[in-house]
C-alpha cells in the first residue's frame, strides 16, 4: 500500500544521543512533558524515571511494586502518573514532590491516560487493565473507587486518547472506541483490520482517528466516523526484511509502537527489528527510514514541540523470557528531528 520515498531516504543516526542513568530493565513506555523538554519513562525494573532531556539526566522517580508498565504526563506538565503490574497507578506531584496512589485493578495495568471529561472542572485519568475492564478516576480526592468503568471481551493490550476520543485494542483483535464526553458506553466496536495480535495504538493529532500496530509487521490507519472509515482506512506493511536463512520468505517483526508528531500529523513507527521509521498518511508513503539501532526498540515518543523523538533501546519481550539475554542492550536514544525527514509531502502536481 505504502510507496517508498526513494529521494534520500535512509536516515543518519550519528547524532543521535544517549541519556544518562538509563532504566536497570527493559523499557516498557515514554512520555515527554507537554509543556517542557521532560521525558517520563517506565520500565521493568519497577521505577518511572523523569528526566531533564535538555540536560540528559534524571531528576527523579515513582517506585511501583512491580513492573512499570505505562506513564503519561497531565497537561499542565506538574503531574506525572505510572502504572503497571502491581495493579496501581501511581500519580506524582512535581511541584509538591508528593505521590499517592489514585488507581488499582484487579490485574497488572497495561495502559494509563490522563484525559479531562467536561463535567469534571480539572484531569482525570483512564486506566485498561488485563483483568478486562477499562476505569475511570477523579484524581482530585482518591477514594478508591473509580467514577466510572467499561468491561471489554478481553484483557486490554493497548489504549490511546486524544481530547475525547479513547481508543482500546483487546488481546481478541478487538477494537473499541469510546466519546469520552459520554465515557461509560462504547461508541463503536471493531473487529482489528489487522489479522494478529495489537500491539500500539495512537490517535491522531485531530482525533478524527488512530494508528496502530500488530506483531506480524503491519500497520493500519483508521478513521472513527463511518463514511471516513469505508473510504479512507487501509493497512500497510512494515519493519520487514527478507530471509537471510530462507530464500523467498520475509522475516517479520512486530510493530511495537507508533508515535504521532506534534506539529505536521506525521508518524513513526519502531519495532523488534531495531528501527525507527517515518510516515505521511495521507501521502502513502515513507518518508525516512533508519538504519538498526543496535537493539530492539520497544517504546518511542515526539517532544511537545516536535523537535526530538525519544526511542527506547532494550528487549522487547517479542520472544518471551528465552529471549531475554543478559547481553541485551538497554538505553533511551535521542532523535533530533529535521523538518524536511518528517514534513507531509505536498498533493501530486504541487510543490
Known amino acids: 500500500?505504502?510507496?517508498?520515498?526513494?529521494?534520500?531516504?535512509?536516515?543518519?543516526?550519528?547524532?543521535?544521543?544517549?541519556?544518562?542513568?538509563?532504566?536497570?530493565?527493559?523499557?516498557?513506555?515514554?512520555?515527554?512533558?507537554?509543556?517542557?523538554?521532560?521525558?517520563?519513562?517506565?520500565?521493568?525494573?519497577?521505577?518511572?524515571?523523569?528526566?531533564?532531556?535538555?540536560?540528559?539526566?534524571?531528576?527523579?522517580?515513582?517506585?511501583?511494586?512491580?513492573?512499570?508498565?505505562?506513564?503519561?504526563?497531565?497537561?499542565?506538565?506538574?503531574?506525572?502518573v505510572g502504572a503497571g503490574a502491581d495493579k496501581t497507578a501511581q500519580l506524582m506531584d512535581l511541584e509538591a514532590n508528593t505521590t499517592v496512589q489514585v488507581a488499582v485493578h484487579d490485574a497488572p495495568i497495561r495502559v494509563v491516560r490522563f484525559f479531562e471529561h467536561p463535567n469534571s472542572n480539572g484531569p482525570m485519568i483512564v486506566t485498561g487493565s488485563w483483568d478486562k475492564t477499562v476505569k475511570y478516576w477523579d484524581i482530585r480526592a482518591p477514594t478508591g473507587a473509580p467514577a466510572s468503568s467499561l468491561t471489554l471481551h478481553d484483557r486490554v493490550y493497548a489504549m490511546d486518547v486524544r481530547d475525547t476520543l479513547l481508543v482500546i485494542g483487546d488481546a481478541d483483535t478487538n477494537i473499541y472506541i469510546v466519546n469520552l464526553n459520554e465515557p461509560a458506553k462504547v461508541f463503536n466496536a471493531r473487529n482489528s483490520p489487522l489479522k494478529c495480535q495489537t500491539r500500539t495504538i495512537c490517535c491522531y493529532t485531530d482525533a478524527t482517528g488512530f494508528a496502530m500496530g500488530s506483531i506480524e509487521g503491519r500497520g493500519a490507519f483508521q478513521w472513527v466516523s463511518d463514511q471516513d472509515f469505508t473510504a479512507r482506512s487501509y493497512t500497510f506493511k512494515c519493519h520487514r526484511n527478507p530471509s537471510t536463512t530462507v530464500q523467498s520468505t520475509t522475516d517479520v517483526y512486530s510493530v511495537n509502537c507508533i508515535s504521532t508528531h506534534p506539529?505536521?500529523?506525521?508518524?513513526?513507527?519502531?519495532?523488534?527489528?531495531?528501527?525507527?521509521?517515518?510516515?505521511?498518511?495521507?501521502?502513502?508513503?515513507?518518508?525516512?527510514?533508519?538504519?538498526?539501532?543496535?537493539?530492539?526498540?520497544?517504546?518511542?515518543?515526539?517532544?511537545?514541540?516536535?523537535?526530538?523523538?525519544?526511542?527506547?533501546?532494550?528487549?522487547?519481550?517479542?520472544?518471551?523470557?528465552?529471549?531475554?539475554?543478559?547481553?541485551?542492550?538497554?538505553?533511551?536514544?535521542?532523535?533530533?528531528?529535521?523538518?524536511?525527514?518528517?514534513?507531509?509531502?505536498?498533493?501530486?502536481?504541487?510543490?
Open 1 to 80: 500500500m505504502f510507496a517508498r520515498n526513494t529521494t534520500s531516504n535512509l536516515g543518519d543516526l550519528s547524532k543521535d544521543t544517549k541519556l544518562a542513568s538509563p532504566p536497570e530493565d527493559s523499557t516498557s513506555a515514554l512520555s515527554w512533558s507537554p509543556v517542557a523538554d521532560y521525558l517520563a519513562v517506565a520500565s521493568w525494573d519497577s521505577k518511572v524515571r523523569i528526566y531533564d532531556v535538555s540536560k540528559g539526566q534524571g531528576v527523579t522517580a515513582i517506585d511501583l511494586n512491580g513492573p512499570a508498565l505505562s506513564c503519561d504526563w497531565s497537561k499542565d506538565g506538574k503531574k506525572v
Open 263 to 351: 506539529k505536521w500529523g506525521t508518524f513513526s513507527t519502531a519495532g523488534s527489528d531495531g528501527t525507527y521509521q517515518f510516515w505521511d498518511r495521507d501521502r502513502k508513503c515513507r518518508l525516512k527510514e533508519y538504519p538498526k539501532v543496535g537493539g530492539q526498540i520497544s517504546a518511542t515518543g515526539f517532544s511537545f514541540d516536535g523537535s526530538k523523538l525519544a526511542y527506547a533501546v532494550g528487549y522487547d519481550w517479542s520472544q518471551g523470557f528465552m529471549g531475554n539475554r543478559p547481553e541485551t542492550p538497554n538505553w533511551i536514544g535521542i532523535h533530533h528531528v529535521l523538518e524536511e525527514d518528517l514534513k507531509p509531502r505536498p498533493p501530486p502536481g504541487r510543490r
